[in-house]
């Protein structure tokens, strides 16, 4: 037996360390356990140990890899993490160099989501112009949820304490698990059927896991196919589903989601109260007007009426009687007389029958700029917010405008805008 020459430790530690960077097995080894002694140096970088039931293995993870992270990771969490092995020689430590960690059995499920998302989002189910805007004053809401749940709770409470007057239908469905995905889409189509002004989709907080039955393809694709405006209210406002890409409108909770479908109810009882009065200011001062107009009218029309033409001719005509009974006793001015008389007499039928157009025609005019003699002819006075409306451009898309007619008015919505041209 040959005698070697004892190695120092450095010596020893410092093959060990080779060894075992040289080798292939151990340059990128996949491992999993329980996060524990986890220490964030100011530097940066992290030291913890990995460990199971029976086993422990130090671990250091340098700043550049702790800068990719995209989790609040924490001790206790079960951990994948990814590195090379590799021997500390100051204290002959082994440890495991980590450049990428994540939560255990996520990463392939993120994987997944990432893909599908994809595909649905290339097929252009995602796309914002099909997005439909949500109704200003719903009637008629649909819920989707777990019958008896916090999420069912929070949505009815909200929808109670906004907007009392719509009435909700529940449907009640499973929303995590076996069978959860049939059972919601079931709950979809008996919702979609119901003539709903808009339908929400509502389920608590929980962890990818538990939120797993909203991200699956068939209720992605039902939901892009319902006919009925959607809202999402699902987990935490920081929890995201591929449901919230195909919805409407995405809640960030259920108590959002419920939020964004409802108005206040004093909000609107007062913005409408504000509505009437203006109208009934415009009213009164359109009626001022046109009464102003009306009596100035009947004022020049009482000035030229022929009536007063034909009493201040006749004091004249009968003052000309007068003196031509002193003059009738003589004959020789009889002819001249009867001359006069004719062309007198001519004169006034003239003179009356000229006012008696004027007459006629002033009547003709104040008929026209009577404010309700259009409406009797079936045409409307539109206008919004104080303000005429004779264009297409004094209004834009989802205004509210009033309709007068003669016998009430209307008040509707503006759905579109078409140009017309006339030569």
Same mark, same amino acid.
């Given at each position: 037996? =040959?005698?070697?020459?004892?190695?120092?430790?450095?010596?020893?530690?410092?093959?060990?360390? #080779?060894?075992?960077?040289?080798?292939?097995?151990?340059?990128?080894?996949?491992?999993?356990?329980?996060?524990?002694?986890?220490?964030?140096?100011?530097?940066?970088?992290?030291?913890?140990?990995?460990?199971?039931?029976?086993?422990?293995?130090?671990?250091?993870?340098?700043? =550049?890899?702790?800068?990719?992270?995209?989790?609040?990771?924490?001790?206790?969490?079960?951990?994948?993490?990814?590195?090379?092995? +590799?021997?500390?020689?100051?204290?002959? +430590?082994?440890?495991?160099?980590?450049?990428?960690?994540?939560?255990?059995?996520?990463? *392939?499920?993120?994987?997944?989501?990432?893909?599908?998302?994809?595909?649905?989002?290339?097929?252009?189910?995602?796309?914002?112009?099909? &997005?439909?805007?949500?109704?200003?004053?719903?009637?008629?809401?649909?819920?989707?949820?777990?019958?008896?749940?916090? *999420?069912?709770?929070?949505?009815? &409470?909200?929808?109670?304490?906004?907007?009392?007057?719509?009435?909700?239908? #529940?449907?009640?469905?499973?929303?995590?698990?076996?069978?959860?995905?049939?059972?919601?889409?079931?709950?979809?189509?008996?919702?979609?059927?119901?003539?709903?002004?808009?339908?929400?989709?509502?389920?608590?907080?929980?962890?990818?896991?538990?939120?797993?039955?909203?991200?699956?393809? !068939?209720?992605?694709?039902?939901?892009?196919?319902?006919?009925?405006?959607?809202?999402?209210?699902?987990?935490?406002?920081?929890?995201?589903?591929?449901?919230?890409?195909?919805?409407?409108?995405?809640?960030?909770?259920? +108590?959002?989601?419920?939020?964004?479908?409802?108005?206040?109810?004093?909000?609107?009882?007062?913005?409408?109260?504000?509505?009437?009065?203006?109208?009934?200011? !415009?009213?009164?001062?359109?009626?001022?007007?046109?009464? %102003?107009?009306?009596?100035?009218?009947?004022?020049?029309?009482?000035?030229?009426?022929?009536?007063?033409?034909?009493?201040?001719?006749?004091?004249?005509?009968?003052?000309?009687?007068?003196?031509?009974?002193?003059?009738?006793?003589?004959?020789?001015?009889?002819?001249?007389?009867?001359?006069?008389?004719?062309?007198?007499?001519?004169?006034?039928?003239?003179?009356?029958?000229?006012?008696?157009?004027?007459?006629? #025609? %002033?009547?003709?005019?104040?008929?026209?700029?009577?404010?309700?003699?259009?409406?009797?002819?079936?045409?409307?006075?539109?206008?919004?917010?104080?303000?005429?409306?004779? !264009?297409?451009?004094?209004?834009?898309?989802?205004?509210?405008?009033?309709?007068?007619?003669?016998?009430?008015?209307?008040?509707?919505?503006?759905?579109?805008?078409?140009?017309?041209?006339?030569?």
């Amino acid at each position: 037996m =040959s005698i070697q020459t004892p190695l120092t430790v450095t010596d020893l530690n410092r093959i060990i360390k #080779s060894t075992l960077e040289t080798t292939p097995f151990f340059e990128r080894v996949s491992v999993f356990g329980e996060l524990s002694n986890l220490t964030k140096a100011s530097s940066g970088h992290w030291y913890f140990t990995l460990k199971d039931k029976t086993s422990r293995l130090s671990c250091v993870m340098f700043s =550049s890899a702790v800068r990719h992270l995209n989790h609040p990771f924490k001790e206790g969490d079960q951990v994948e993490i990814n590195g090379r092995i +590799t021997l500390y020689e100051a204290s002959g +430590t082994l440890q495991l160099n980590v450049n990428h960690m994540q939560l255990f059995g996520i990463g *392939a499920l993120y994987a997944q989501l990432e893909q599908l998302r994809l595909k649905l989002q290339k097929e252009g189910l995602f796309d914002q112009n099909r &997005k439909r805007a949500l109704p200003r004053f719903p009637q008629s809401i649909g819920l989707v949820t777990s019958i008896g749940s916090a *999420a069912q709770a929070d949505v009815l &409470k909200t929808i109670r304490s906004r907007w009392p007057i719509a009435s909700v239908t #529940s449907y009640g469905s499973l929303v995590q698990g076996e069978g959860s995905v049939n059972e919601l889409i079931q709950a979809l189509q008996q919702a979609d059927k119901a003539n709903h002004d808009v339908i929400i989709i509502a389920r608590g907080g929980g962890s990818i896991e538990d939120l797993w039955s909203f991200n699956h393809e !068939s209720l992605v694709r039902f939901i892009a196919s319902m006919s009925t405006i959607t809202v999402s209210g699902v987990g935490h406002e920081s929890d995201t589903t591929l449901i919230d890409y195909v919805v409407d409108v995405r809640g960030p909770t259920p +108590t959002g989601a419920a939020t964004l479908v409802t108005p206040l109810l004093n909000e609107v009882i007062s913005h409408f109260d504000q509505l009437e009065l203006r109208l009934n200011q !415009s009213i009164q001062q359109r009626y001022n007007h046109a009464f %102003l107009r009306f009596q100035n009218l009947y004022s020049l029309l009482h000035r030229l009426s022929p009536q007063k033409w034909i009493e201040k001719r006749s004091f004249a005509l009968e003052s000309l009687r007068l003196k031509l009974n002193q003059l009738i006793q003589r004959p020789q001015l009889n002819y001249q007389l009867n001359l006069k008389q004719q062309k007198l007499e001519q004169t006034i039928h003239l003179y009356v029958e000229r006012r008696h157009q004027l007459l006629k #025609s %002033l009547h003709q005019t104040l008929h026209h700029v009577d404010y309700f003699q259009p409406l009797q002819r079936g045409f409307a006075y539109v206008h919004s917010q104080d303000k005429q409306v004779v !264009s297409i451009s004094d209004v834009n898309v989802h205004d509210t405008i009033t309709i007068t007619l003669k016998d009430g008015s209307l008040e509707t919505q503006i759905n579109s805008k078409k140009e017309n041209y006339y030569e």
